[in-house]
């Protein structure tokens, strides 16, 4: 029976012997896998305080990222726009960068102001190459960033 396992970039990769999106070789299971066995990524977290994108449109080509609806807080309401892609990756924003409008459709204070790109709050979960890739996006792409809480999504 062939081993199963996530690449760190998130990739499932089945029984290959490398990552066939990103090329790392299949890691050494230790004993306590059993064969066979899916291996989930590590799932880590960072987060970003207000936050404007000089060009949001190029992070979402970059990640592969589509909206998915709403992010929900625990009550049920909806706290913010849900962005995923097809390795696990899911990134909340507070607001619609690209529209410019908070989940019950009021405009930013940003937007109001004629900034585009505003993206709020920001929170990142996922697989840790991943968030790694996701953030050093953010930072390659945001035009200002208040702060940051890696590890942990702090604001959102």
């Known amino acids: 029976m062939s081993e199963y396992w996530y690449c760190t970039c998130?990739?499932?990769?089945?029984?290959?012997?490398?990552c066939p999106a990103c090329g790392n070789p299949r890691p050494e299971l230790s004993h306590s896998h059993a064969v066979g066995e899916l291996q989930e990524p590590e799932v880590v977290e960072h987060g970003f305080d207000l936050t404007i994108f000089?060009?949001?449109?190029?992070l979402m080509a970059a990640l592969g990222l589509r909206q998915d609806g709403h992010s929900?807080?625990?009550?049920?309401?909806?706290?913010g726009f849900r962005w995923v892609n097809d390795r696990k990756l899911v990134v909340v924003t507070r607001c619609n960068p690209?529209?410019?409008k908070y989940v019950d459709g009021e405009v930013c204070s940003?937007?109001?102001?004629?900034?585009?790109?505003?993206?709020?709050?920001i929170g990142i979960q996922g697989p840790v190459g991943q968030v790694t890739l996701c953030v050093k996006a953010v930072h390659k792409y945001a035009g200002y960033i208040k702060g940051e809480s890696p590890g942990t999504r702090d604001y959102i």
């Open 54 to 58: 000089e060009d949001w449109p190029a």
């Open 110 to 121: 940003a937007q109001r102001q004629g900034v585009g790109g505003f993206a709020s709050y």
């Open 72 to 79: 929900q807080r625990d009550d049920g309401t909806a706290n």
């Open 10 to 18: 998130g990739q499932a990769c089945g029984d290959k012997p490398k």
């Open 98 to 100: 690209i529209d410019g």
